[in-house]
């Protein structure tokens, strides 16, 4: 499609054929400003995804700010339909007249429980059992579309949680391998919590922050591109967490940096060095077991008192070797499960960021 996307353009383009029967029936029921509110952020999507426009321009076409243009994108292409665009049907009194709000609340309120309880249940029976345990009254207390949409929706939450690059940890710890003086070396490790994977990892001398997230973006960008690939992505990164690098200074500097950027909506730093790598991998990997306490100074704690020292270069040998063989057993763990479009956008915005601080 041309970088001269515009909201008609869209609609004439048969917009409304590709959606579900459902949504073209609501297609039907918008407004006018609805229809060209829903076609322009399609538009500014459809024009992203080719290339044919930057992200900034995207963004500007569609009317969103970067963080919601981010979400929006990423619901249409995980589910392509009205809701995902943002689009409502009816307006002011004939809305709310349409959707009882107490009703949704109460569904809700169940729906995760429902799901979890009851994982391999097709969603019409899903639905049953969300208005069971929902105490309303009747089988269909909304529309059969609308109770759907709610088991559809948290059938996705689950899925993206569950997926690699929902939730990312940057982690800083010192290790037992002495270097020369007697001091540990230090790990940074960018650590992926719905699978467990080792996204990236590097060692430094010191807990200095940008030497070590610049590094350790770079070989999160290869492993990712690499032999991370096949893992079953996300559409969107939800939240990313970073431990503060020495000084702190450095770190906080740095987030004011992403916030200008447009990237920290959904970053937030913490102090705890080793905690999000001990939650994710274990105290220690394959040789290399996490010290930290010893991230910001004291002598290395070494296997059965064995102070030789270890160069950078061997330490980081090491490493690659152990986090190849964690990441494999993973990745034959989740061999089959779905990995059609790589890591979010969001995630490799950041790597990219960090790569270049």
Not at 91 to 105: C, I, K, L, T, Y
Request: aromatic content about 4%.
């Amino acid at each position: 499609m041309s970088s001269e996307v515009t909201a008609q353009a869209v609609v004439d383009a048969g917009f409304p054929d590709a959606l579900p029967a459902s949504d073209r029936e609501r297609w039907n029921a918008l407004t006018a400003n609805q229809r060209a509110r829903a076609a322009r952020r399609l538009g500014a999507i459809v024009a992203w995804h080719a290339g044919d426009v930057s992200l900034d321009e995207a963004v500007k076409r569609s009317g969103l700010s970067r963080s919601r243009f981010y979400g929006v994108a990423a619901d249409w292409r995980a589910t392509p339909s009205l809701e995902s665009l943002g689009a409502q049907v009816g307006s002011g009194a004939s809305a709310r007249s349409q959707v009882d709000g107490d009703a949704v609340n109460a569904l809700q309120a169940v729906v995760a429980k429902v799901v979890r309880m009851n994982g391999d249940a097709s969603v019409s029976e899903l639905v049953r059992l969300m208005v069971a345990a929902s105490g309303l009254p009747g089988e269909r207390p909304l529309g059969v579309v609308r109770m759907r949409t709610i088991v559809e929706t948290e059938l996705r939450r689950r899925r993206s949680r569950a997926a690699a690059g929902n939730h990312v940890r940057i982690d800083i710890t010192g290790i037992n391998l002495p270097r020369e003086g007697g001091g540990a070396h230090v790990m940074f490790a960018c650590l992926d919590v719905g699978t467990g994977a080792i996204l990236g990892a590097v060692i430094g001398e010191t807990a200095q922050a940008l030497d070590g997230y610049k590094r350790l973006a770079g070989d999160s960008l290869a492993r990712i591109a690499g032999p991370l690939a096949d893992l079953p992505w996300t559409k969107r990164l939800e939240n990313m967490e970073i431990v503060a690098g020495v000084p702190k200074s450095e770190t906080d500097e740095l987030y004011l940096r992403m916030e200008e950027a447009g990237l920290a909506s959904v970053v937030q730093l913490a102090t705890k060095f080793g905690k999000y790598f001990k939650a994710a991998v274990g105290a220690s990997l394959g040789r290399i077991e996490i010290t930290p306490g010893r991230t910001e100074g004291g002598d290395a704690l070494a296997v059965n008192n064995d102070m030789r020292p270890w160069s950078r270069q061997e330490v980081s040998a090491l490493l690659a070797d152990e986090v190849e063989a964690h990441n494999a057993a993973i990745l034959k763990a989740r061999a089959g499960e779905a990995a059609d479009g790589g890591a979010p956008d969001g995630l490799i915005d950041v790597l990219r960021f960090l790569a270049a601080a």
